[in-house]
């Protein structure tokens, strides 16, 4: 049997064990079973990240956990949470005869609004204009530099992903027809959101990759502001086994911490070198998410000595202010309850109807992050009557 106390260091050199899982499921249990006796209502925990809540859909992580623990989808998806703004800008520059770069999960992307006739960036590609995917930034950029032509990058992402353009930044690697679309953004300030503005939430298990680069300590807010356990997880399933038993322990315990699940990768300081970089080309602002609206200081944009480098100055798009934000989902897509947890992909009337993989209408259909996309492939709660 796995004592509780192991629990934090078991996936440093096992992560998938059937037995393993087995015993941490009973450990789960016989937590909920004390806990029950002390939480009225359910426990609510939050996947923060796209890739935990693929990990526990695809491997059935709700069918084996007990009624009263919930697991719910968070923000963590980048593609879901790209304003739809972004999207009608990187169309529009297109059609004007700019190649736009994206990658693969962007290119499907629906706007609100179609320009020309075209919704995404697939349908602007259709019509005959010059937009490729790309697996990285450092793809685009060699490409560009050899055509020439002007070009910008669709450059969506969170911490884990703007390390990459500031370091090909600083190494000189992108040529002066090369601009980006700057919509990075910051997870911490979204689970702040998530906490202070839908219900309660009893639990978070905090995003591993994320962490990896901004240093576990991001996350300390969550149990010393609000009193939410969290815990830095991996992404296989027996990280995420062991992130609720943790989560359950804390509960009962009574003691709301932060601890880190993920130690084979996460250290409580990060990467230094990564944030440096994103530190020296970037700064931090209010920034909109799909389907949410303003979060403060959620977003990066370039510093004024690099605004060579943003596409919106150089092409002369103006970015919609929060008061003239409007909400960015298309009528009856509910992606904005979705990535915040008070609302399942197959609440939604248009979920495997009018929404589908292969015809997206809302956002979280798109990436293989997003919920609804995940929920429609594999079924949400590993049992199939659900979908
Ligand atoms: S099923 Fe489609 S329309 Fe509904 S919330 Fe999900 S992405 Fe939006």
Same mark, same amino acid.
């Given at each position: 049997m796995a004592h509780a106390?192991?629990?934090r260091t078991l996936t440093k050199s096992v992560f998938r064990d059937g037995v393993l899982a087995g015993e941490i499921v009973k450990m789960i249990n016989d937590y909920w079973e004390q806990v029950k006796l002390k939480e009225t209502s359910v426990v609510k925990?939050?996947?923060?990240?796209?890739?935990? %809540?693929y990990a526990s859909t695809h491997y059935g992580i709700r069918s084996v956990l007990p009624p009263?623990? %919930?697991?719910? /989808?968070?923000?963590?998806?980048?593609?879901?949470?790209?304003?739809?703004?972004?999207? %009608?800008? /990187?169309? =529009?520059? /297109?059609? %004007?005869g700019v190649t736009v770069y994206t990658y693969g999960d962007s290119y499907k992307l629906?706007?609100? =609004?179609?320009v020309d006739g075209c919704r995404s960036l697939s349908d602007a590609r259709m019509m005959g204009h010059d937009v490729r995917v790309v697996?990285?930034?450092?793809?685009?950029?060699?490409?560009?530099?050899?055509? =020439?032509k002007p070009s910008v990058f669709l450059a969506v992402g969170f911490e884990t992903?703007?390390?990459?353009? /500031?370091?090909?930044i600083s190494n000189n690697l992108v040529p002066p027809n090369l601009t980006l679309i700057m919509a990075g953004r910051l997870t911490p300030p979204a689970a702040k959101y998530s906490v202070e503005r839908v219900g309660k939430v009893s639990g978070v298990i905090a995003p591993g990759h994320v962490s990896t680069i901004t240093g576990a300590g991001v996350w300390r807010f969550l149990p010393e502001e609000y009193g939410v356990p969290a815990v830095v997880a991996g992404f296989e399933p027996l990280?995420?086994?062991i992130a609720i038993a943790l989560i359950l322990r804390q509960i009962l315990e009574g003691e709301p911490r932060l601890e880190i699940e993920y130690s084979r990768t996460v250290t409580w300081e990060g990467n230094r070198k990564a944030k440096a970089l994103l530190e020296r080309y970037f700064e931090v602002v209010d920034a909109a998410w799909r389907g949410i609206g303003f979060i403060e200081r959620s977003g990066l944009a370039f510093r004024e000595e690099y605004s060579d480098l943003d596409a919106f100055r150089v092409y002369g798009i103006r970015e919609p202010s929060r008061e003239e934000w409007r909400h960015d989902l298309l009528p009856g897509c509910i992606c904005g309850q979705v990535i915040l947890g008070s609302a399942k992909p197959s609440d939604c009337k248009m979920f495997m109807k009018a929404c589908t993989p292969g015809t997206p209408y809302g956002p979280c259909m798109v990436s293989t992050e997003g919920a609804c996309s995940i929920w429609a492939r594999m079924g949400g709660s590993g049992v199939v009557l659900e979908v």
């Open positions: 106390k192991d629990l925990i939050m996947n923060f990240c796209g890739t935990h %809540e009263g623990v %919930e697991l719910v /989808a968070g923000p963590g998806c980048p593609v879901c949470i790209t304003p739809s703004f972004y999207v %009608e800008a /990187a169309v =529009k520059l /297109a059609i %004007e629906p706007a609100v =609004k179609a697996y990285s930034f450092l793809d685009a950029a060699r490409d560009a530099a050899t055509h =020439k992903t703007c390390p990459a353009y /500031a370091s090909a990280d995420v086994l």
